[in-house]
């Protein structure tokens, strides 16, 4: 039947059929869902019911009334029409055509046209914007009043007692300001932390010294004295100080093997703060850096990769210049000497090259403090190899903490387990990029980039952690090894604690306790008897030892002895055999 394939249709829906010929049409109306059987369970709708609306109607017109909808609305909601909807002047639609998916759960509003704003609203938004701009003005100009008076407060705060508190550079400037200062470079700053250290250092000169301070990088001290030492007072501590230290560092040291010394270090110099400091060393150091009689090291660029050291030791030579050392920098075309004399210096650098091999090279002074920049050493991020950058890199990504490839270093679930580390150059248990590599450190001494302060720091605590683990490994050793000629000692065993018979597991608290001290001294007991049996066994094997020693000293005596009383015998035997061989000559030549 055509009229229940339409109610299946228009099942759950709030929709309307109409047609040309309402007057005539006999149409229902569900008000409620209600589960009556040959009903719809729809609420809000209207429909035809008997068979002759339809065949009373031609098929287009009943075609058309089909595909005519709306949305069911009351007229006094404010709704637009349903502009997608089919209306009297669309073509109509097949029963069995597809139509257009409409969602009708929700109501549908047409689009609306955007309209351009008044020049009343215009300038009503200046006026809004301009009083924005005042208000933050004023703000910021509040903040910055009160940044001003804060720092002014700040500074008023700054008091002998207070100043401790702040920070390393606060403390130096107040204290530079206030006092008179000698500066001393370079020092190790964490070796002159007490004020011990600072006393001993400058003697009886020290008497005056208030405070000291430090640098940033505690490579430079500030000595503090008291306000009332002239300035010609510090220059005269400083010229001692100076004198002491280049005394000190003239003094052989004979006792030392050639093996146990280590590289010159820089004297430490005393100097007089000013305000200038700063700019005043640097102007000194490229002043002394250019200073033949000073700096007698020159650096040498362009040289080719294949010529050795001696090599260029001897074509130096050839030309009369007196060396006494010649560095490469591995990698680099470079090479730095050191001249002997001043004048051979300012030769080479005033004729600005030389010819080593089949090139020219570039002759420039080389500054002794200055260390090569750390870009020299390349590690790839991709596969932590050597030598080359992630960009050129064609292998596959690693982890820099398992040395796996299956993820990256930052979704490693071992990234905070050292005792799953493993180094991809080394295979140790440390990260791939760790200065704890020993291939890193390696190829950084081999290309001349130095460590730094906290890179040394970092190596150092990881030796005194290596170091204090095996003493730890020696004490805790009781294995004890004594070889003789005629026994052969063995590895003491460790005698287990005596079980005790009458202890009961459910005692009280008490029982428990006189158990564990009874333990404790069957323990102590039994490593005792295992000192004193190892102290007696020791103590027979050096018997033995003393008594085979004394043995073979007898051994020896007779020995000599017996050959004491034979050589007068041997000697006559000699003598008798020389008379005969004689005899026996004269006999043949009388014959």
Known sequence: MKFTSIRNKIKKKKIKFLSDQENSRNTTFLDCAVNVPGTLQVCGVEMASTKSDY????????????????????????????????????????????????????????????????????????????????????????????????????????????????????????????????????VNGISFKSQTSVLKLFGQNGKNIKVHTFSTTWRTMYVHFDVKTSVERLQEIANSFNQLQQENMEEPKSSEPESEKKKPQRIMACSVFSANYAKFQKEKRSQDVKNPDINRFVLLKNVSLRESETEILETLKEQNLNVEKVERFKGLPMVKVLFSNSQDVRQVLQGGSIQIGFELASCEPFDQNRNRPKSHFRQCRKCFGLNHYAKECTKKQKCKYCGKVNHKSENCFHKRKQSKYKCILCHGKHPSDSILCPVIQKVRKDIGVNLSRKEKHIILKKEQKGNSNENKIGNNSNNIQILSKNKESKPTKKLEAPKLINSEPNGDGKNKKNEINKISKNQNQSQNRQQDNNQNNDANEISQLRKEIADLRSIVKQLSDSLQKLAPLLQTQKNEKGNISQKTSDMEFDQ
């Open 55 to 186: 065949n009373n109607d031609p098929s287009e017109n009943y075609r058309r009334n089909v595909g005519r909808i709306r949305w069911d609305h009351n007229e006094n909601e404010n709704v637009p029409a349903l502009e997608h909807m089919n209306t009297d002047q669309d073509d109509f639609h097949l029963p069995n055509q597809r139509r257009p998916s409409i969602d009708l759960s929700s109501p549908y509003y047409g689009k609306q046209k955007r309209q351009r704003p008044d020049d009343d609203d215009d300038k009503e938004n200046d006026q809004m914007q301009r009083t924005k701009k005042i208000r933050m003005n004023s703000d910021i100009g509040l903040q910055v009043s009160l940044s001003l008076n804060n720092s002014d407060e700040r500074k008023e705060e700054l008091n002998d007692k207070n100043i401790w508190k702040k920070s390393r550079k606060i403390r130096r400037e107040y204290f530079c300001n206030k006092l008179p200062t000698l500066v001393v470079t370079p």
